[in-house]
């Protein structure tokens, strides 16, 4: 007889990974090489030991080991607040009148409120062990340098945070959650680099970008001793590190004979969806078993959906490597949206791959749907989802619609990346009626793409 399945799927400490799934390992055709800005060529360990420490560069180019051992010490901080619980959306099924299973991973039982944390902690850790003093990073929505300040004040090390001026200004909260953990916040354009100073000078009343708070964030690393640089996406180290999230979900559905049939994350640099999807995509690859995989996406930043597969830089300064992956253009400016964590021009080149390879689909969603689909949700289950991860909510419901349409008992599985409690101000236009939705003209994205650098 099968098990009852709880509301709650909880694991044991003892069930919490000891090892991250390193999906590109898995891959017989792997992602196209990071490119060194200056020469063009695979970039080598030795050049990107200047940007990040060593262990996280080694992890960046390392598409052979299948499994990389979590270190004792990353895996008791991971305790405080793992293994997170796979939830049954019994109330959720109940009330769409669904025969679908509907199950989601929640990442946002801890201060930093989303899956971040899972990396931040593990950047700490191997930053602390090179004898580092500090790390420098940038922050768009707050996420990240919250996730970051905290793995900081754990470890003991500095943590500077370029935090996108009008974030820095609409979002004192977060800022002071930042602070609270003894990180150093500064609005990007700032007088502190070289790069702050050029764009104030051009232009002295920007609002601030994610790109040039990373431009900023690499210049500090690099022009200070004992200091290194930390990104919350995009690399395939930071996949590496949230592979933990696919590792207990699968672990979960096991324990109870569940198979997922759809698996669905939002994506903005990947990091979480090619975490949650790590363990099944590598049985897919290995023909053990099959899975339908869903990116979504914002309408107002469609990378995979409307984006173009090149060798593109990763930030608007032009100081990372190159990366293939599906982008909109580094010069692209997407349009203002709720949802912050999900405004970036690329995406990470593990998930490029294997969606040109049509192992994985993608889907784009308007942010009204995106608030709809969130309200419902935290009426019914209760969360108060962050506007990321109610990308992946709407889908979720889409799908298990359809399945009421044609009465399939499909098993869905979703990411619920994190909680919304600082994006009270999105909620606010949204109920108030004032939230709209852009969606980029196809001159618009020509335009940015015109420019991708010509490999
Ligand atoms: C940053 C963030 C995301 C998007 O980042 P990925 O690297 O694509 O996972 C999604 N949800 C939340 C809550 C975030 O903070």
């Given amino acids: ?25 898995f891959m017989k055709d792997k992602p196209a090489p990071l490119l060194d800005g200056a020469t063009l060529q695979p970039i080598t360990l030795e050049t990107l030991s200047k940007i990040f420490c060593k262990e996280l560069a080694a992890q960046e180019l390392n598409d052979v080991d299948k499994y990389i051992e979590i270190p004792q010490e990353v895996r008791d901080f991971y305790k405080m607040y793992r293994p997170a619980p796979l939830i049954r959306a019994y109330c959720l099924e109940k009330a769409l009148g669904t025969p ?22 593990a950047q700490a850790y191997y930053a602390k062990q090179e004898g580092l003093k500090g790390v420098t990073t940038e922050t768009g929505a707050g996420q990240w340098g919250t996730a970051l300040s ?10 500077q945070v370029f935090m996108v001026k009008c974030s820095y200004e609409q979002k004192p909260f977060r800022r002071e959650v930042m602070r609270t953990y003894g990180a150093k916040v500064t609005p990007s354009p700032s007088q502190s680099t070289e790069v702050g100073r050029k764009i104030l000078h051009e232009f002295p009343n920007t609002p601030g970008s994610l790109g040039c708070a990373i431009s900023e964030a690499v210049e500090t690393a690099s022009k200070t001793d004992g200091y290194r640089y930390a990104l919350g996406s995009v690399l395939n180290q930071v996949l590496l590190h949230q592979s933990v999230i696919g590792l207990e979900t699968k672990t979960a559905l096991d324990k109870y004979g569940e198979k997922a049939d759809i698996i669905i994350g939002c994506a903005g640099g990947g990091s979480n969806l090619g975490g949650l999807i790590a363990p099944f995509m590598a049985e897919k690859l290995q023909g053990k078993a099959d899975y339908r995989f869903i990116a979504v996406e914002p309408a107002s930043c469609p990378t995979l959906t ?31 949206s709720h949802a912050g964590g999900l405004r970036y021009h690329g995406m990470t080149s593990t998930l490029s791959k294997l969606y040109d390879d049509k192992l994985m689909e993608a889907r784009s969603v308007e942010q009204t749907k995106v608030f709809e689909a969130a309200e419902y949700f935290a009426r019914i289950e209760g969360i108060l989802p962050a506007p990321e991860s109610s990308h992946a909510i709407r889908v979720a419901i889409d799908e298990a619609m359809k399945c009421k349409e044609t009465g399939e008992e499909k098993t869905i599985v979703f990411g619920l990346t994190g909680t919304g409690y600082f994006d009270m101000m999105s909620y606010e236009k949204f109920h108030d009626g004032k939230m709209t939705d852009y969606i980029p003209t196809d001159g618009e994205i020509e335009k940015a793409l015109a420019k991708l650098p010509k490999i």
């Avoid at 679908?100 to 931040?120: P, R």
């Avoid at 905290?150 to 943590?159: P, Q, R, V």
């Avoid at 409307?306 to 490597?321: E, F, I, L, S």
């Fill in 1 to 25: 007889m099968k098990k009852e399945i709880p509301y709650k799927i909880y694991l044991s400490e003892a069930e919490l990974p000891k090892a991250w799934c390193n999906l590109r390992a």
């Fill in 150 to 159: 905290m793995a900081c004040a754990y470890f003991g090390l500095d943590c």
């Fill in 100 to 121: 679908a299973k509907i199950y989601y991973k929640f990442e946002g039982n801890n201060t930093s409120g989303s899956h971040k944390l899972n990396s931040a902690i």
């Fill in 306 to 336: 409307r984006g173009k597969y090149a060798y593109d830089y990763c930030d608007t300064g032009k100081v990372c490597p190159l990366s293939k992956m599906y982008t909109l253009g580094s010069g692209f400016m997407p349009a203002a």
